[in-house]
């Protein structure tokens, strides 16, 4: 389960709840990308953000009900501005892309171009893996170790990395302010700490502290509270020990955006997290986990984790949607981990004033889309058997933001336009048990703030 956190849309026009309309929303037959490079429109005064409102109704299928019991952020009408970027690689952006290294190696004193492990390191790991105890389905437990022949297969997939590792990590001298910055390579910081930075053409990732470079991932509390984060790990498993408020984490995170100069991006989400090694299965580190995300004048920034892409054919189509977001992991001793992937360039604004649909239809768009949705799982007798009794539905968060809407015969740039997302929770049956945490599976729908289509789910 991927949480979404829902931040507030600002300086937007709020209008009193209404009930949940009957009639069908009208949807523009000249599409979304007509209205926005329609500049006839004028953009209307703004108020300043007013408390949210809330949202209660619910959506009859024909097996099973969708209750909605949601905060709106917010209820708007009127217009919004929309923007256009594309997506760019790090030798498109260079002086932005060399001053984010350089400021995240601001410390460094000396530099290994061999990399950050030696043969001995990688012999470890073969070790590590031979010694570690796997998952068994029979036994429902950590109770069988690799085979003979599975250890030999492990070490066969390292055999090129072992190969090209050297005996000893030989360090050089190294300016940050200078020298050439090599695309994968260790350090050592001025305080003796090692790090290591790995450069690719859409991404800058850098970990701090020597124990980060082994077998060690990164899981935010919300995918580890749904269970399995790790095999046999029990649903409702919460991250202990963190030693960082979340406050200040997200201001050490913000302060180091804004000493590499990072513009245009607000924090889309912050959680607990945890960096865990994968085969003594023990947290190496503990801490917060912020995303940024970008987001324009009065939007606010939206994290997507689980958007697919509707539009399967025709000249718009592009397989992949990847959206700019910055990570960054602070634990008790500062920022540990750094990781900026899917650079675009900075948002250009096409239309200051572009009309939304009243939340009124916003409304009924919304039943239209869950009704669509969820008609084959209704109709399959299957679906219908496993769901029924067994967990029920709730939409508990509306939301608009700042998202990216394809282009017509254009797939290497788009519009930063307005799109509501709902958040639709899926319950188990023993929700609501106080023996038993209340775990929910999200489903996201984005929806068009222009012409109500829906965007991705």
């Known amino acids: 389960m991927k949480r979404l956190l829902i931040p507030v849309l600002a300086a937007c026009l709020l209008f009193a709840c209404q009930p949940t309309p009957d009639h069908e929303a009208i949807v523009p037959p000249n599409g979304y990308e007509a209205a926005i490079l329609d500049h006839s429109a004028q953009a209307e005064q703004t108020e300043p953000i007013r408390p949210s409102v809330h949202w ?63 043969k001995s390191d990688w012999y470890q790991q073969v070790k590590l893996y031979a010694d570690s105890a796997l998952w068994d389905d029979e036994t429902g437990g950590r109770t069988r170790y690799p085979s003979d022949a599975e250890v030999k ?19 050089r001298p190294f300016s940050p302010e200078s020298d050439p910055i090599p695309d994968d390579a260790g350090y050592r910081l001025s305080d003796g700490t090692k790090a290591w930075m790995h450069c690719q053409s859409k991404s800058i990732f850098i970990l701090y502290g020597e124990e980060l470079f082994y077998n060690a991932f990164e899981q935010p509390e919300s995918f580890v509270l749904a269970g399995d984060a790790v095999s046999g790990e029990p649903r409702g498993t919460q991250i202990e020990g963190v030693t960082v408020d979340q406050t200040t984490a997200e201001e050490q995170a913000k302060a ?35 995303v940024f995300c970008r987001a324009e004048g009065a ?49 250009q604004p096409v239309n200051e004033a572009v009309g939304i649909l009243s939340f009124e239809d916003v409304q009924d768009v919304i039943f239209k889309h869950m009704k669509n949705m969820y008609t084959y799982e209704e109709d399959n007798e299957l679906f219908r058997e496993w769901y029924e009794g067994r967990a029920k539905y709730m939409i508990d968060h509306v939301g608009l933001y ?27 049956a023993d929700a609501g048990d106080p023996d038993v945490p209340d775990m929910t599976d999200a489903h996201y729908l984005h929806i068009n703030a222009i012409d109500g289509s829906l965007v991705g789910y």
């Open 402 to 428: 700042m998202e990216m809407l394809p282009k017509k015969n254009n797939l290497e740039s788009f519009y930063y336009g307005p799109v509501w997302i709902v958040t639709v929770r899926n319950y188990p």
């Open 56 to 118: 209660t109704d619910v959506i009859h299928l024909k097996y099973w009900d969708v209750n909605i019991d949601a905060d709106v952020f917010p209820n708007v009408s009127g217009t919004v501005p929309v923007y256009e970027s594309r997506w760019v690689t790090m030798d498109e952006i260079p002086e932005q892309a060399e001053k984010v290294k350089r400021g995240l190696l601001k410390n460094a004193t000396s530099v290994c171009e061999d990399g950050v492990m030696t």
């Open 256 to 290: 180091l955006l804004s000493e590499l100069s990072l513009e245009g991006f607000r924090i889309a989400e912050s959680e607990k997290a945890r960096y865990i090694n994968e085969y003594t299965l023990k947290n190496v580190t503990v801490g917060y986990r912020v």
């Open 153 to 171: 297969s492990y070490m066969e997939d390292l055999k090129p990395f072992i190969d090209e590792a050297p005996d000893e990590l030989t360090f």
């Open 299 to 347: 939007y606010e920034a939206a994290y997507n984790t689980v958007r697919q892409r509707v539009h399967t054919e025709g000249p718009s189509f592009r397989p992949d949607w990847p959206q700019e977001q910055i990570f960054v992991f602070v634990d008790g001793n500062g920022v540990r981990s750094f990781f900026w992937t899917n650079p675009t360039a900075k948002p």
